[in-house]
């Protein structure tokens, strides 16, 4: 797969959520050798949160467009002092900063190849005629949210919540597997709080139900194997703090999260 940062093209921005990546950058011989190093790794990590994440990457990735470090470091699960994107105008490619380790770079695939997907997706069908106003809650994020967005952030944190269960069902090392317990919790929780507001939108067509319909499916079956409980209720914990926040914040009840 290409690694372009030549294009003087490669990351011009459209809108808000390209907003908050850094710059494109131009790699040196030691630049290069890290995402070399970072590529020739990731396979392994994919594999270990499901062999179809391999076979995602594979056949949807098209080239990698290498991203400055972010000024403002990141406090997700993809990793301090990392950044990511997708274009809707360029399938396949992948917007990102070097990433710190194999197993971050792994876990952004996972999660940028949700929106390439669903941006496809949504190209092909109309799933809702939603307008933009942002009025929804999503819990990974401090503003209100437009309906679609809602969306892509819900289908996003649906398959980040797979991939660490399944990291965490596989995984042999016992600190790992905690770690990996907890991040399922914690997307998952968020994913629970997220849900209802999409359920119940007049928006939906009805191929959007059925889409919606199969991402509720995907989480139900997720409580088969459940995180302990401490990670549980530490994740509902967290989920709620952002709730209380952001209503203090907006002052509105829009997309409240599940009791």
Same mark, same amino acid.
């Given at each position: ?24 950058? @131009? ?30 990457? @594979? ?12 000024? $403002? ?9 990392t950044c990511s ?34 941006? $496809? ?52 090392d016992r600190g ?22 999409? @359920? ?23 409580a088969e194997h ?6 549980? @209720?530490?994740?509902?914990?967290? $989920? ?20």
């Open positions: 797969m290409p690694l372009d940062d030549l294009d003087p093209y490669r990351t011009a921005y459209d809108g808000p959520r390209h907003k908050l990546l850094s710059g494109p950058t @131009v790699l040196d011989e030691a630049g290069r050798g890290r995402w070399s190093r970072a590529w020739s790794e990731t396979a392994a990590k994919l594999r270990l949160g499901g062999e179809h994440r391999v076979a995602e990457a @594979v056949a949807l990735l098209r080239c990698l467009i290498p991203l400055a470090e972010p000024a $403002v470091l990141g406090t997700d699960a993809r990793g301090p002092g994107g997708t274009r809707r105008e360029a399938f396949g490619a992948l917007l990102s900063s070097t990433p710190p380790t194999a197993t971050t770079f792994a876990v952004t695939i996972v999660h940028e190849i949700q929106h390439t997907k669903l941006c $496809v997706l949504s190209d092909m069908l109309v799933l809702h005629h939603a307008g933009p106003d942002e009025s929804y809650f999503a819990p990974w994020r401090r503003d209100p949210r437009p309906y679609d967005g809602l969306l892509q952030g819900v289908y996003a944190h649906l398959a980040m919540a797979d991939f660490f269960q399944q990291c965490a069902l596989r995984s042999e790992q597997r905690e770690a990996a317990w907890s991040q399922h919790a914690r997307y998952r929780a968020q994913v629970t709080a997220a849900l209802p507001a999409l @359920v119940g939108s007049p928006h939906l067509t009805q191929q959007g139900e059925q889409f919606v319909d199969q991402i509720v499916a995907t989480h139900e079956r997720m459940p995180a302990p409980r401490e990670h549980t @209720v530490r994740a509902q914990t967290h $989920v709620k703090s952002a709730w209380d926040l952001w209503r203090r914040q907006h002052g509105s009840t829009v997309g409240h999260p599940k009791k």
